[in-house]
């Protein structure tokens, strides 16, 4: 999250310069009068589901019409698409009403819930988890220090790869990535130690591993911080010795060609895991009748099943899953903190 969100009138003008539509099977554009009668006497007879835009798809709106017509036909009323600035926008137009359906990240969940009485109800599965861990990782160099057993080779189940692991975070037998473990260790970061953050937006590059300091007593201005935008720049980093310590999502080591750098799961070592962060997911606006909030969650939790393609192909994703209130907690203590 950044530090403002966008006003309401940013949101709005956006809003209506980047709105679609759903389609009804051909060239026509669906409107309220197409739809059939919603089921509860309450429902609004049209709905609008905000994106955030996608640089891998060149016109998301299009592309998400299956979710949208999916939606429309199962609820009986128009559920158009519209493409927001960034999530802050997206959660903007959830409070203003602009949209009451939100895909977005999970910090936008935890503030569409708290600045606007949103539902956060489902969180987006990816690799089979809808949490994660920033992993914190050191050169093979530095294991003494880090490590409290000799480092062990774990296979990642995502692709196969084979890379080093200490402190019990993975063994021969389970590489899960569920922290937290050994957070304890970065106690060993000595005052004036390069270590390698990413974007201060980023909750595995810089927003946990920076709580999970502070916990610890060590302030961040302590130490000799190398900036590094991307996860495989980070894992390089301390690859190439740049940095004693990064930190990433797990694991972000699979991001980097094998054939570019042949024995990197033989040179940086991770040596422990943060708590962990939800996946971003669907925010319901308080707008909407309760049982058509559960319908909704009920058709997008189902959505899998019904075009798996356009789920993986749009969203990157498997499955929506619903939402932990104990994993958009920690979403939102990185709010309070980040937001500042």
């Known amino acids: 999250m950044r530090k403002t969100m966008i006003t309401t009138g940013v949101v709005a003008a956006a809003l209506l310069t980047l709105a679609g539509c759903s389609s009804n099977g051909d060239d026509t554009p669906t409107t309220s009068a197409d739809s059939t009668a919603a089921s509860g006497s309450d429902w609004p007879s049209e709905i609008t589901l905000a994106l955030i835009p996608n640089e891998q798809v060149n016109d998301l709106v299009t592309s998400a019409a299956p979710l949208t017509d999916y939606l429309s036909s199962e609820l009986g009323m128009t559920v158009n698409g519209v493409v927001t600035k960034d999530y802050q926008a997206a959660v903007e137009a959830i409070g203003s009403g602009q949209a009451q359906i939100a895909i977005a990240d999970a910090g936008s969940l935890a503030a569409a819930e708290d600045l606007y009485g949103a539902h956060a109800v489902l969180q987006d599965v990816r690799y089979g ?9 050191t050169n093979i160099d530095n294991a003494d220090k880090y490590c409290a057993d000799t480092p062990v080779e774990a296979t990642y189940a995502a692709t196969g790869q084979t890379f080093l692991y200490c402190n019990s975070v993975a063994d021969s037998a389970a590489n899960t990535g569920v922290g937290p473990v050994a957070v ?16 201060t937006t980023s909750p595995a590059g ?19 911080q190398v900036p590094v935008t991307g996860n495989d ?3 390089m980093a301390v690859y190439n010795g740049d940095a004693e310590v990064g930190f ?12 570019e ?8 070592v991770v040596f422990g895991l943060s708590d962990m962060y939800p996946n971003g997911g669907v925010v319901l606006s308080d707008d909407l009748p309760e049982d058509l909030r559960v319908k909704i969650t009920d058709l997008m939790d189902n959505f899998s099943d019904v075009d798996p393609e356009t789920l993986e192909n749009i969203f990157s994703q498997t499955d929506w899953v619903p939402a932990d209130p104990a994993a958009i907690d920690l979403a939102r203590q990185v709010n309070a903190r980040f937001s500042q």
């Open 248 to 259: 990433a999502y797990w694991d972000a080591r699979s991001s980097i060609d094998e054939s």
């Open 233 to 235: 720049n980070l894992i």
């Open 261 to 268: 750098v042949p024995d990197l799961g033989q040179k940086v």
């Open 129 to 137: 988890a809808s949490q994660y861990a920033s992993e914190f990782f």
């Open 206 to 224: 810089y927003q946990l591993p920076v709580l999970a300091l502070e916990k610890l007593g060590i302030s961040i201005d302590d130490l000799e």
């Open 184 to 199: 304890d260790a970065l106690a060993n970061i000595e005052s004036g130690t390069r270590v390698a953050f990413g974007n």
